[in-house]
């Protein structure tokens, strides 16, 4: 049972245009959210994170959306550069859970120069 | 710099035999996570600690158990290892207790080919 689901297994975009990570998740009770990006041989690291009392979270080139109502969010990074491909993972976390991740499938992307 | 280290970056170990991976982190982290990452599962929490000597199940514990008799160091322990758990394995560490949402910082991973 994925609580946490990204149905795409991969993204190609070009050097410059906008990509798009979508996430879903089950559980309403959700109440902190992550991105987590990973180069082959290396662990993720984090990039960006949002609380559910937010809608909108910005960092540079990097912006995530949520949408509660629909279960819903979504990394968009403009512009995309190549050094951006890599595998992406969102988390969701529940409060008093010892900081433990609930972690989606992830999508590879890959930006083309 | 927050460093998470684990002993190996490759093993193969043989069906049925006893395998430990280290991790140790360096910033003095309340809470330690094992985790392993599968194409198409993404990741998923074996066992986490969040103090010394204490530790909860995650998602997939069967045929893991774990030790953290040190503050830094967490070690996660295949019994018996089966072929099914060939898998990357990836230690994190966090800052905060059990009540504190903090960022998780990973190793580089341990890729475990078991035969």
């Known amino acids: 049972d994925q609580q946490v689901k990204q149905n795409s297994p991969s993204l190609s975009v070009q050097e410059g245009r906008i990509s798009i990570l979508n996430c879903d998740y089950t559980n309403s009770m959700f109440d902190y959210f992550l991105w987590y990006k990973k180069y082959p041989a290396e662990g993720p690291t984090f990039l960006i994170s949002?609380?559910?009392?937010?809608d909108k979270n910005e960092d540079g080139r990097f912006t995530v959306f949520l949408n509660k109502s629909a279960k819903h969010l979504s990394l968009h990074i403009v512009p995309s550069q190549p050094g951006d491909s890599a595998v992406y993972f969102c988390?969701?976390?529940?409060?008093?859970?010892?900081?433990?991740?609930?972690f989606g499938q992830g999508t590879e992307l890959s930006v083309k120069p | 710099d927050v460093k998470v280290t684990q002993s190996s970056r490759y093993l193969v170990k043989r069906t049925g035999e006893k395998v430990f991976l280290e991790c140790v982190q360096d910033?003095?982290?309340?809470?330690m996570f094992w985790y392993r990452q599968d194409p198409g599962l993404g990741l998923r929490l074996i066992y986490f600690s969040y103090d010394v000597k204490m530790k909860e199940k995650g998602d997939i514990p069967e045929g893991y158990s774990v030790s953290r008799e040190k503050k830094e160091r967490f070690s996660l322990i295949l019994e018996s290892a089966s072929t099914n758990q060939t898998s990357m394995y990836l230690c994190a560490s966090s800052l905060g207790g059990w009540q504190v949402r903090e960022t998780q910082y990973f190793g580089p991973g341990t890729r475990l080919l078991v035969l």
């Open positions: 988390a969701a976390s529940l409060d008093n859970q010892g900081g433990k991740l609930i």
């Open positions: 949002i609380s559910s009392i937010k």
């Open positions: 910033m003095d982290h309340e809470n």
